[in-house]
C-alpha cells in the first residue's frame, strides 16, 4: 500500500515514517501543513521551512499546504493536502505520529474516514523513554528545535537526543512530569538523520532566541 | 512463583488486516501486560489453533481500524469464541466478534474521539460516568444471553449473563487501562 505521512519534520513524523517503510509499505509522499499562527492546535512545524530538504533527504515528494485560518479552517486545509496525496500519488492511507493527543489523533481519523483511506498511528500510546531509546538505537540524529515549558532553558535548545538527554528527560518527568517525548508540547525536534535519509543534513548556522521556559531555534542548512 | 496470577496465560488475538496496524492496536494492550508481569502471546485471528486455546487462560481479541472490515467476511474463524470456557474480553472490533457469534446484528454509526459513558454498574472497575475513546463505524445490537452495563442506546459495555465474556465498544488501551488489569486479575 502506497502510504503519505502527516510530516512535520520532528521525531515523531519521521519515525512514524521509518515505520512505515521497515514494516513494508511505500513511502509515497509527505504532506506538511504549515501554520502561520504560533498557537496553532494542530500544527507543530518550528522549522517548516526545512522540511524541503528532509523530503529531499529521502528522496520523496513533499505536499506543503499552508494554514493561517482558525481550528475548523486548519482542518480544512489538511485535508485538502490529503486529498492532492490521493490524486497525485494514489496513496490508500496515512501515517502520522500521533502518540497520545487524542484530538489530533481523532480529527485525522476522522477526515481518513470521510476520504476512506487507512489512517495508522504506529506510535499510539506508546512508552514515551521506549520511544527515545528506539530513536538513539535506530541511529536517528534528531536535535532539540524549540522549549516551552517549565523549568527547560535556552541551554536545552540545540541539544542531541542521546542517552544523556534520555536519563535528563526521565528525571524530569518524574520531578516536573514533563512528558519525555515531549507530546504535550513541551518541545520540538528536528530530524537530521535517519535511516530514511540518503544524506545527513548539516547544520550551518543557527540562532536562538526567546525568552524564560520558551525559546526556539531557527536553523539555516548547508 | 509467588504470585499465582501469574500462572495465567493470556491469549491476545490480532484482528488487523494490516500488518503496521499491530502496533496501534496490539502493542498498546502487550504493553500493558509488560508493565504488569504478565505472560501473554499474540495470535493472528486466522491462525489460532485448539492447542492455543487450550493453553490459554483468559483471552483479548483487539481492535483495529475504521477501514477494516475484513474480519467481518471471516467470521468463521471466531467460532471458538461461542465454546472457548474461559474469560474474553472484547474491543472494539472484538466485541463486534463477540456480538455477531451470538447472533447480534451489525449496525452503523461513527463515533470518533473521547466520549463521556454512564455505567449503570461497576463493569471490570469502571463505575458511573467516564470518559472514553471511541473509534468505530460499527456496534453491536444486545446479543441474546448478554447484559448492557452503559446507559447509552448503543451497548458500549456488555456482559454474558453466566459466563465470564465481556466486550467494550471503546478503547479501553486508551486512558482507561485500568480496566484492561482488572480484566486479567
Given at each position: ?28 509522499c509527505?504532506?506538511s ?15 517548516i ?16 499546504q ?16 490529503i486529498k ?20 489530533q ?5 476522522s ?15 506508546k ?19 524549540g ?11 540545540g ?9 535528563e528527560i ?6 516536573y ?19 530514511l ?26 | ?17 494490516e ?5 496501534e492496536f ?6 500493558i ?7 501473554y ?19 483479548v481479541?483487539?481492535g ?14 471466531f467460532?471458538w469464541?461461542k ?13 463486534q ?17 473521547f ?8 463493569f ?6 467516564q470518559e ?37 465498544l ?16
Amino acid at each position: 500500500m502506497k502510504l503519505g505521512v502527516l510530516f512535520s519534520g520532528g521525531k515523531d513524523s519521521t519515525y512514524a515514517a521509518y515505520l512505515a517503510v521497515k514494516s513494508g509499505y511505500e513511502l509515497s509522499c509527505l504532506i506538511s501543513v504549515s501554520s502561520e499562527k504560533l498557537d496553532s492546535w494542530m500544527f507543530h512545524t518550528p522549522n517548516i521551512g526545512l522540511v524541503g530538504r528532509q523530503a529531499e533527504a529521502m528522496g520523496v515528494p513533499i505536499i506543503v499546504q499552508k494554514t493561517h485560518g482558525n481550528k475548523e479552517e486548519e482542518l480544512g486545509d489538511l485535508e485538502k493536502a490529503i486529498k492532492q496525496a490521493i490524486k497525485k500519488y494514489k496513496i490508500g492511507g496515512i501515517v502520522t505520529g500521533a502518540v497520545e493527543s487524542v484530538y489530533q489523533a481523532s480529527r485525522i481519523q476522522s477526515i481518513c474516514n470521510r476520504l476512506k483511506i487507512e489512517c495508522f498511528n504506529p506510535l499510539w500510546q506508546k512508552i514515551q523513554v521506549e520511544l527515545l531509546e528506539e530513536l538513539i538505537k535506530n541511529k536517528f540524529k534528531v536535535v532539540i528545535a524549540g522549549v516551552f515549558a517549565y523549568p527547560f532553558d535556552k541551554g536545552w535548545v540545540g541539544q542531541e537526543i542521546d542517552l544523556g538527554f534520555v536519563d535528563e528527560i526521565s528525571q524530569l518527568n518524574k520531578k516536573y512530569k514533563i512528558n519525555p517525548a515531549g507530546e504535550g508540547g513541551e518541545f520540538e525536534s528536528f530530524v537530521l538523520n535517519c535511516p530514511l535519509f540518503k544524506k545527513e543534513l548539516k547544520i550551518q548556522s543557527k540562532k536562538i532566541f526567546g525568552e524564560g521556559n520558551s525559546w526556539k531555534m531557527e536553523i539555516a542548512l548547508k | 512463583m509467588e504470585d499465582g496470577d501469574s500462572f495465567k496465560m493470556i491469549l491476545i488475538v490480532n484482528v488487523c488486516r494490516e500488518k503496521l496496524h499491530y502496533l496501534e492496536f496490539v502493542k498498546p494492550i502487550t504493553d500493558i501486560f509488560e508493565e504488569n508481569n504478565k505472560p501473554y502471546f499474540v495470535k493472528d485471528y486466522k491462525k489460532i489453533t485448539k492447542k492455543d486455546l487450550q493453553r490459554a487462560d483468559k483471552a483479548v481479541i483487539c481492535g483495529t481500524s475504521l477501514m477494516d472490515d475484513e474480519f467481518i467476511n471471516n467470521l468463521p474463524k471466531f467460532a471458538w469464541v461461542k465454546f472457548f470456557d474461559k474469560p474474553i474480553l472484547g474491543i472494539c472490533a472484538g466485541m463486534q466478534v463477540i456480538g455477531l457469534m451470538f447472533g447480534s446484528k451489525l449496525r452503523k454509526k461513527t463515533e470518533i474521539g473521547f466520549f463521556k459513558e454512564e455505567f449503570k454498574r461497576v463493569f471490570l472497575g469502571m463505575e458511573r460516568k467516564q470518559e472514553v475513546y471511541h473509534l468505530h463505524n460499527f456496534y453491536v445490537s444486545l446479543p441474546r444471553g448478554f447484559e448492557k452495563f452503559t446507559k447509552s442506546e448503543v451497548p458500549q459495555a456488555i456482559k454474558h449473563t453466566e459466563k465470564e465474556i465481556y466486550g467494550v465498544l471503546f478503547h479501553p488501551e486508551v486512558r482507561q487501562k485500568d480496566l484492561i488489569n482488572v480484566f486479567v486479575k
